[in-house]
């Protein structure tokens, strides 16, 4: 059985558990990072030298990277799902989002998040969590215009672009006590992913 090492309210844990959810796909899971600890010990970082998490354990086979760990459950598993498409066109749009996340709106968006979520009132910077939740939100705004007409964020269903957009959508769209624009197109296909049992199960639970 495939074993995800990592805690549930990490927002790149929750993409693999959500992809394991629309693969139909059975799988174990061990607490770890943060208050859990273990991923600091010796047995972890064999397995993943950067001390994070999720690490996902298929057999003899070991993976580390969320975006990685993901797009190889769908080829391994879900090769007819549509998740991860096989279309290199299609596949590269899917991919182009999934890299930006990472590389563009996460290092943005992160500081939002811990500065409301994970830091008491009392010490939080009002001042700079708004400033990076403003960056975010233009972000955001690029996005929401690519939305519009569009139920899914590539092609005419839901793929594993929609799954590492709508785990960092769930941490902004909803946080309350930071000032957003309208992204009418953004709340649109939002709202479609939380009749999806997955996100009602990993994403929609309070955010911790």
Not at 67 to 96: F, H, K, T, W
Not at 139 to 160: I, K, N, P, S, Y
Request: hydrophobic residues 40%; charged residues 25%; neutral net charge.
């Amino acid at each position: 059985m495939i074993k995800i090492w990592g805690r549930v309210n990490s927002v790149n844990v929750q993409k693999v558990l959500w992809c394991c959810d629309e693969l139909s796909l059975p799988y174990e899971r061990v607490d770890a990072g943060l208050h859990f600890g273990r991923n600091n010990e010796p047995g972890y970082l064999a397995m993943n030298p950067n001390g994070k998490v999720p690490t996902l354990e298929d057999g003899d086979f070991v993976l580390w990277e969320s975006n990685a760990i993901i797009r190889y459950l769908a080829m391994q598993y879900g090769a007819q799902s549509g998740l991860y498409p096989a279309e290199p066109r299609l596949r590269a749009c899917v991919d182009r989002w999934m890299d930006w996340v990472l590389s563009t709106l996460q290092p943005v968006e992160r500081s939002v998040f811990w500065g409301m979520v994970r830091t008491a009132p009392e010490q939080r910077d009002m001042a700079a969590i708004q400033k990076s939740a403003d960056e975010a939100g233009k972000l955001w705004l690029m996005v929401d215009a690519h939305l519009q007409g569009r139920r899914f964020a590539e092609a005419d269903r839901f793929t594993l672009a929609d799954i590492v957009l709508g785990a960092y959508c769930r941490r902004f769209i909803d946080l309350e006590g930071i000032a957003r624009p309208e992204t009418p197109h953004l709340r649109a296909w939002y709202e479609g992913l939380q009749s999806r049992p997955a996100f009602q199960r990993y994403i929609a639970p309070a955010l911790t």
